[in-house]
């Protein structure tokens, strides 16, 4: 039995490195489950957004004031799942978020009115919100212990999911009520927690190893220095440009094909299905790119590629010239957030990767009632090409950042 002990104890290439490299393929498969399960709630729930605004009667001002209820829920939320994390763990965070998600896109099926779904979409953000803080703290301590870059592959999970998710709504748009849709999608949900919690549950994070370029206030826990403080801040603001688009294609996407460009229902669904499948591609191949070009490349590249993508996809005349802009918008965007949010958790810890998600999911989450704002004062495409202002600024912003890996 001591035996059986030091075997399931042991380190990466100790007698049983087996057992240990074992336990972390689970827990990699398991993240990588929650985040597909992530994005593809999230997509369910946005390309039902028509025929839920169809539903409530609300204009587009009163849609992105509905929409702001999930900004405000998942920020508020966002800043207190650092402290739940290092309470209760973040694989434990994850999974009761988890559950809670997929009961809450139900919900905004229930309503009819834009106040009443503003109060529901308050519940959905607050679920939303903490499982994206605490999937990103365990899969920072996951990479961190793994030691290769290997976070774009968890986001590449969350887009695949998200293009799973819309595809599945843009088949079924036609046919299933948005009711019946999202209570579908709620009992997909907690079969997929009920499958992979566990794992979560089973296994503890894992040790870090220390590392000698890390700030010493990170890996004690303490306070860090002011100018380190400043660095999370620097690429919680390039989360924050980046995600502003994931964001405002996600919900205002499918809106900007049908009523600007008349595309039929399906075509419009597939919009934010074709991004998500471009996002999808980039981050699978975003250890590669970060192992190749480095970190500063790789964030100026694909800010100032999103940026073209997305005046493309705002001003073109045609729909499918807009899928085309979409899709270069996703290839570019695809590993600016997810080394943002992998650095500043290398930089604080979790209290890093809370402070550069809150950030960047506050940019996804605020930037729909922006863009529904500005459709009303001057019209969606202009809107749309706020997306590749802050995109350029991502750009700006990471070159700004070449020196932060010596912080």
């Excluded at 296994?203 to 370029?213: K, L, S, T």
């Excluded at 801040?233 to 924050?240: E, K, T």
Aim: with cysteine.
């Amino acid at each position: 039995m001591p035996q059986l002990n030091k075997l399931r104890t042991a380190l990466p290439g100790d007698l049983g490195g087996n057992t240990a490299t074992l336990s972390s393929a689970r827990l990699r498969t398991a993240l990588t489950v929650f985040f597909a399960l992530d994005g593809f709630l999230f997509a369910g729930w946005v390309v039902r957004i028509p025929a839920i605004k169809h539903q409530t009667g609300a204009s587009a001002a009163t849609l992105g004031l509905a929409l702001l209820g999930v900004s405000a829920g998942a920020v508020i939320t966002m800043t207190l799942t650092g402290r739940l994390c290092r309470r209760f763990g973040s694989h434990a965070v994850t999974v009761a978020c988890g559950v809670l998600l997929s009961l809450s896109i139900a919900l905004p099926a229930q309503t009819h009115s834009a106040l009443s779904l503003g109060l529901v979409l308050l519940v959905f953000g607050a679920a939303y919100g903490g499982m994206n803080v605490a999937m990103n703290s365990a899969a920072v301590d996951l990479v961190a212990a793994l030691r290769r870059p290997v976070m774009p592959s968890f986001h590449a999970a969350f887009s695949l999911g998200g293009m799973l998710g819309a595809g599945l709504g843009g088949l079924v748009a036609a046919g299933l009520s948005p009711a019946v849709h999202l209570s579908l999608l709620t009992g997909i949900g907690l079969l997929v927690t009920a499958l992979a919690g566990p794992v979560l549950l089973r296994y503890p994070a894992p040790v870090v190893p220390e590392r000698a370029d890390a700030p010493s206030a990170a890996r004690s826990g303490q306070r860090l220095s002011g100018r380190a403080r400043k660095v999370v801040l620097l690429f919680g603001l390039i989360a924050l440009c980046t995600a502003y688009g994931e964001g405002a294609l996600a919900d205002w996407g499918a809106l900007h094909l049908e009523q600007d460009l008349h595309a039929r229902p399906g075509i419009a669904a597939a919009g934010y299905s074709l991004f998500a499948l471009a996002m999808t591609a980039g981050r699978l191949s975003g250890t590669a790119l970060l192992e190749r070009l480095g970190q500063t490349r790789t964030l100026v590249a694909g800010g100032a590629t999103a940026a073209a993508g997305m005046l493309l996809g705002a001003l073109a005349p045609t729909a499918w010239l807009a899928l085309l802009g979409f899709a270069v918008t996703g290839i570019g965007l695809a590993n600016i957030f997810p080394v943002a949010v992998g650095r500043a958790g290398e930089l604080a810890g979790p209290g890093g990767v809370a402070a550069a998600s809150t950030l960047g999911y506050g940019g996804m989450l605020l930037g729909p009632p922006a863009i529904g704002f500005l459709a009303d004062w001057f019209s969606l495409p202009v809107a749309l090409t706020t997306v590749a202002v802050l995109a350029g600024a991502a750009a700006a912003l990471g070159y700004g950042a070449r020196r932060a890996a010596h912080t």
